[in-house]
């Protein structure tokens, strides 16, 4: 088939960094027009590059593999970017630091062993969270660097102090949940999108 465009690869991108959803999760996700969307995947649907998941869509897998492929030539002028590299890195090394916050988070320590944290102890999950904003406070000019830089990226740092703003307001899913847009899940998406526009692989 002839190349849509860059919407295509938009979509089919999007819906590779949200595993399974709806064509209006990805336009949210992407900073597309709705219906651009919709018809971008109903497209990918009808060549069989998207295929069903309940009431969800996910990338079938050759079209993982074509999309892949792609990147190089849909990223290349980022690539490019000294300023996107070096944010890139500098992303890397505060990733660290959330993913240790996010152990502390999911575990405790109780004389001597950890367990998984049952959230009993609200003063506990209470200093977490302050941490999370001291975190949050930290990163800001690095995620407002990301929307300058790409400026459809600017969903994740408006997602991620929304999902802030609820856990501090006392809703703790929001802190790692995976069934909601919590600062985890944000977080976790915007790393893979970065591996990804850059063509780095991910560390673990």
């Known amino acids: 088939m002839r190349d849509p465009g860059p919407n295509w690869h938009l979509a089919l991108h999007g819906l590779a960094i949200l595993r399974t959803a709806t064509p209006a999760d990805v336009a949210r996700r992407m900073a597309m027009d ?3 969307a919709e018809a971008m995947l109903a497209l990918a649907a009808a060549h069989g590059r998207v295929v069903s998941a309940g009431d969800r869509l996910m990338l079938a897998p050759l079209a993982r593999m074509a999309l892949a492929a792609d990147y190089s030539r849909t990223c290349a002028a980022l690539r490019a970017d000294p300023a996107f590299a070096e944010a890139v890195n500098r992303f890397e090394v505060v990733n660290r630091d959330l993913k240790a916050l996010m152990t502390d988070w999911q575990t405790r320590t109780v004389a001597g062993v950890t367990l998984a944290n049952d959230h009993a102890d609200t003063a506990h999950d209470q200093r977490i969270i302050d941490r999370l904003g001291r975190f949050h406070d930290r990163v800001t000019p690095l995620l407002d660097q990301f929307a300058v830089l790409l400026p ?6 408006d ?33 893979e999108e970065l591996l990804r526009l850059s063509g780095t692989e991910r560390v673990e």
């Open 34 to 36: 709705p219906a651009e």
């Open 159 to 191: 997602g991620l102090l929304a999902a802030l703003e609820r856990a501090e307001d006392g809703d703790m899913a929001f802190v790692s949940d995976v069934g909601c847009e919590s600062y985890h899940t944000l977080w976790f998406d915007l790393h």
């Open 152 to 157: 459809r990226l600017g969903v994740y740092r």
